[in-house]
């Protein structure tokens, strides 16, 4: 599973691009395996 977030669209700091990034992982992994998430 893969998590997405694109700068400056979802975040602006490094921290938060990260943040947001982990969230879409953790999203496409509750949706089952081999999954991908975008932010936003």
Avoid: Q, W
């Amino acid at each position: 599973s893969i998590g997405i977030a694109e700068y400056p669209l979802v975040a602006r700091t490094p921290e938060a691009l990260v943040s947001a990034a982990d969230d879409a992982l953790y999203r496409a992994k509750r949706e089952g395996r081999n999954r991908h998430c975008a932010a936003g």
